[in-house]
C-alpha cells in the first residue's frame, strides 16, 4: 500500500479525487488534512469516512504537517482559499493558507525526504485576449491579477524554489476552471444551478464575455494521477481539455437546460481586474504522460452537474442565503 496524504480533501476537487481514488486506485491508502473552512464539507465524505483516516487541521500549523508528512509516502495538495472575489474582500486568509500553509508543507517534505504534487491554477499566468491565438503552456511567464491568483503563482514559486535550492521530488500542475459535484455554491456554475433551484434570478458579471476554459473535475484528477505514476521530478504540467466558452453562453445553456428563457437572468457589478480569457495547451501532459480527458461534451457534464444539484439540495441549501447576502453587499 501506498500511504497518500490529501490536503483540502473536504473541498471541490479534493473530495472529488478522494472519490476517484478510492474508486480507481485501491493501492493507495489515503489521509485527508482539512481545516474545514467554509469551503470543506465533511458531507461530501460522508460515504467513504470509513475508508480514509480524517484528520481535522490547519496546513498552516508546521508541527501538525511534520508529524503527518513524515507518516506518508506521497503528498496531494490541494488545500487553498481558491475564491478570487473573496481575495478581493480580505487578502489576508489567502497570504496565510497558500503561501505559509505551502511553506510549512514544503518543510516537512524536505525534511523527510517525500513526494509532493502541488496542485495549482492557470489563472498564475494572468490572462489573454479574446482574439489571441495563443494559449498558456508551460513556459508562459508569471503575470497574475488578483490576490487570489498571485497567492497561487506564490506557492508555485515556493516549491519550485525547493526543488532548486534543497532537490525534493515534486511535481506542479496548473488546471483550468473545474466543474462538477461538490463545488461550493459561491462559484459561477453551481451559483447559477441554485439560485434557479431557489427562484433567484442568475448574475452574470458584466457583459459576461470572459472566457473560462471549462474541464470536468474527474478529468482534472485523472490528470493529477497520471502525473503522480509518470510525471518527471521538478516539472510543471498544465491540465486542460480544451473547453474554452464565455460566461453568457454557459449561464444561457443552464437556463435552456433547466428549462428557462435563455435572457432570464441580471447583469450584475463587474469583477474588478477581472481576467478576459484563459485557455490551456496540454499538450506536454497529452504527449508526454499519454492523459486524454473523458468528459469532452460540456452540455452533458453541465445536465449531469444540474442533475447532482437537484438531488443533493441537503448538500448545499443550508448555505444558500448567507453566500447570496455576501454577493449582495456588492451589488453581484
Ligand atoms: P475549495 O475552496 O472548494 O476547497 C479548499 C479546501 O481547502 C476546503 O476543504 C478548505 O476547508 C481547505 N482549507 C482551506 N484552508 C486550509 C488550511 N489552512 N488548512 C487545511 N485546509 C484548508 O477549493 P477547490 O476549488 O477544490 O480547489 C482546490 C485546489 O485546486 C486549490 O489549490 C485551487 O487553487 C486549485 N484549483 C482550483 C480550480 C477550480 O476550478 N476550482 C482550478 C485549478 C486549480
Ligand atoms: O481558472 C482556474 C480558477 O477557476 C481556479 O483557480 C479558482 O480556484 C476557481 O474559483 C476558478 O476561478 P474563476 O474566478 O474563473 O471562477 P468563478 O467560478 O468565480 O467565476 C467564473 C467566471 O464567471 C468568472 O469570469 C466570473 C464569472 N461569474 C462568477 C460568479 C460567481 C459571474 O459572471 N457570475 C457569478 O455569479
Redo the contacts with the bound molecule.
Sequence with gaps: MTKLLVTGGAGFIGANFVHYTLQNRPEYEVTVIDKLTYAGNLDSLNSVLDRINFVTGDICDRELMDKLVSETDIVVHFA?E????NSLRDPWPFLQTNLIGTAAILEAIRKHGKRLHHIS???VYGDLELDDPAKFTPDTPYNASSP??ST?AGSDLLVKAWVRSFGIHATISN????YGSYQHI????P??ITNILSDISP????A?E?V??WIHVDDHNSAVHAIIDKGRSGEVYLIGADGEEN?KYV?ETILELMGKEKDAYEH?ND?PG??MR?AIDATKLREELGWTPKYTNLREGLQATIDWYRQNDEWWKNEKAKVEAK?AEQG?
Design positions: 487553498a481558491s475564491h478570487n472575489d491554477t492557470d489563472e487570489y491568483s497561487k488546471c483550468s476552471n473545474n459561491e462559484k459561477f456554475i451559483r447559477q448574475k452574470l458579471y458584466g459576461g470572459n473560462r476554459d460566461n449561464l450584475v469583477r477581472h481576467d484563459y454577493y453581484q
